[in-house]
């Protein structure tokens, strides 16, 4: 079910996931759906959340320059998946239209920007970078350029782009 739902949601964007159409397409009973999902929103959350990348904390034996560059890396290899890049605009739109879906995104930001807030204490500890850097900053700057870059439609070489963005940010420090 959730597969169909979310063919439907890369086809045909965010409207064509109707209960109708994912009992179609799944070839599953609307009963059945609503025995899982009691709206069409709630569906729609558990798409996106079923889909979004997991970023996972670096191995603790990595110096903060691997640390970093893993993580950004693991947000290269999200973003690279063609399915959750062709999810991704739908997300963007969904979380201004549905409560629900703003929930889900701040919860999962919250979630992936701790994985690099404790990077970032690496850093300091090790003091390759200054105490007091904004976690919400250094995201932008280490993974917005993966972000534009997919959003352009020009993703052939995240990992390249990855490897550049951190360079840049470690030498800044150095």
Not at 24 to 30: D, I, L, N, Q, T
Not at 100 to 122: C, I, N, P, Q, T
């Amino acid at each position: 079910m959730l597969a169909a739902a979310t063919e439907l949601l890369v086809e045909q964007g965010h409207r064509a996931v109707t209960v109708d159409a994912v009992a179609e397409r799944s070839g599953v009973a609307k009963s059945t759906l609503y025995r899982h999902w009691d709206s069409r929103v709630a569906l729609l959350v558990d798409v996106v959340r079923s889909n979004a990348p997991d970023i996972t904390p670096p191995d603790p034996s990595l110096s903060f320059d691997e640390s970093l560059r893993s993580v950004v890396h693991r947000f290269a290899d999200a973003f690279a998946d063609e399915g959750w890049a062709q999810i991704m605009p739908a997300l963007f739109v969904l979380k201004q239209q549905i409560p629900e879906m703003a929930e889900f995104s701040v919860a999962d930001h919250d979630e992936k920007l701790g994985v690099l807030r404790d990077v970032l204490d690496k850093g300091v500890a090790e003091g390759r970078i200054p105490a007091g850097l904004q976690p919400e900053i250094v995201a932008n700057t280490v993974v917005g350029p993966l972000i534009a870059s997919c959003m352009l439609n020009s993703a052939d070489d995240l990992h390249a782009l990855a490897d550049y963005v951190v360079d840049r940010f470690i030498s800044s420090y150095s």
